[in-house]
């Protein structure tokens, strides 16, 4: 069964703490893994596509990375404006629907 | 980049009534448009999948004749909630994905059904 898990459920850093949010996938043909990011009372907002392994890519503090069964999104020196939940979410090749994990909840205080 | 749009933001209704919500995506042509409920602190779940001027394929568990789905235009897709009850209050998104993979998300509507 595909499946995406991420982890931790919740986070809460300092300002300036450097971190990594994961998200583990099993799927039959991974078309592509995406991250999102969602403030409270909002709609996802999108952040990347990686489609390979190995792939990275990056915006402002945030880079995200992808391996065979698993991707990293990685913030450095995060500020209070990078609190929000973060989804990760991958296509299969077969398909068009987005299989969402449960999210990590950052908090980033000053 | 891709900007979806929805209205209404917000709606309150009385039980029984039908509320219509909609979702356009204003720069890009939308060939297929996805409707998801999101419950509090929980992650988005689909309800359905829907192609310019084709029927809506709804996900297990959703009744096709209560949430009504129509993607008339490869700019709007609409979403009626017909005989509304409290147990379908709740945040519905709408995405639209346009030539690539991604998906671009609204800003969502939030339904209160008293």
């Known amino acids: 069964e595909d499946q995406v898990t991420q982890s931790p459920e919740a986070l809460r850093l300092q300002e300036g703490e450097s971190s990594s949010l994961n998200c583990s996938y099993t799927?039959?043909?991974?078309?592509?893994l995406f991250w999102y990011r969602q403030d409270p009372g909002k709609g996802p907002e999108f952040l990347f596509t990686?489609?390979?392994a190995g792939e990275e890519k990056e915006k402002e503090r945030l880079k995200a990375t992808l391996t065979k069964k698993e991707s990293f999104l990685h913030i450095t020196a995060p500020k209070p404006e990078d609190s929000a939940t973060y989804l990760c979410a991958v296509l299969r090749q077969a398909g068009t629907a987005l299989i969402f994990g449960k999210g990590t909840t950052l908090s980033v205080s000053s | 980049g891709a900007v979806v749009s929805q209205h209404p933001s917000r709606v309150i209704c009385k039980s029984g009534t039908s509320v219509k919500i909609e979702c356009r995506s204003l720069?890009?042509?939308?060939?297929?448009m996805f409707w998801y409920r999101q419950f509090p602190k929980q992650s988005l779940m689909l309800m359905a999948t829907?192609?310019?001027?084709?029927?809506?394929?709804?996900e297990q568990g959703v009744e096709k004749d209560k949430f009504l789905i129509n993607h008339a235009s490869l700019t709007l897709s609409t979403l009626t909630v017909t005989s509304a009850h409290p147990e379908d209050s709740s945040f519905y998104i709408c995405?639209?994905?346009?030539?690539?993979?991604?998906?671009?998300f609204g800003p969502g509507t939030r339904l209160t059904v008293l």
């Open positions: 990686l489609y390979s």
């Open positions: 799927v039959s043909g991974l078309r592509g």
């Open positions: 829907s192609n310019e001027g084709s029927k809506a394929t709804y």
């Open positions: 720069d890009f042509q939308a060939t297929t």
């Open positions: 995405s639209a994905g346009g030539d690539t993979d991604t998906q671009y």
